[in-house]
């Protein structure tokens, strides 16, 4: 049997919640699919309007699919960019440089246990989490020191 690529499970994710496949929805699916970084809604509408796709459909797309649960927002300072969730990237967080918008992933969550804990004392069934460390890299430090 072959795992299923993150194309067939956000076909299979439309078709359980009752939505269709559209050519927009796909044409954003795979433009994220495509950015190993968020990218902000403006950028994404830059780059769909030359395939056909109206900049108010970008729009309207991602709040679909934020609903959805398929992509969700990532804060780097006051910006905002959208990527994948889990399962159709792998689960990470971010490494953000204030200075020179530099942003790294970190493959290791180790936030399972704490999340555990706070089920416990607050009742409630934790779904999933979004965390961004941000801070000057080393380059910027020393750049705001002198
Ligand atoms: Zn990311
Ligand atoms: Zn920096
Ligand atoms: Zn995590």
């Known amino acids: 049997m072959t795992a299923e690529t993150p194309e067939q499970l956000f076909r299979k994710t439309l078709h359980a919640r009752g939505y269709r496949v559209t050519p927009d929805r796909l044409r954003v699916f795979r433009h994220l699919l495509a950015r190993p970084q968020p990218v902000a809604v403006a950028e994404l509408a830059d780059a769909l309007q030359a395939e056909g796709t109206h900049p108010v459909t970008v729009y309207r797309v991602i709040d679909c699919l934020s609903a959805l649960g398929v992509v969700h927002p990532v804060l780097l300072g006051s910006a905002v960019g959208f990527e994948l969730s889990a399962?159709?990237?792998?689960?990470?967080h971010h490494l953000w440089c204030r200075g020179?918008?530099?942003?790294?992933?970190?493959?290791?969550?180790?936030?399972?246990?704490?999340?555990r804990r706070i089920e416990e004392v607050h009742h409630l069934k934790v779904e999933g989490h979004e965390l961004t460390l941000e801070g000057l890299c080393d380059r910027c430090a020393a750049r705001s020191e002198a």
């Open 87 to 92: 399962p159709f990237r792998a689960h990470h």
């Open 100 to 115: 020179c918008g530099r942003l790294f992933d970190l493959a290791e969550c180790e936030l399972d246990p704490v999340i």
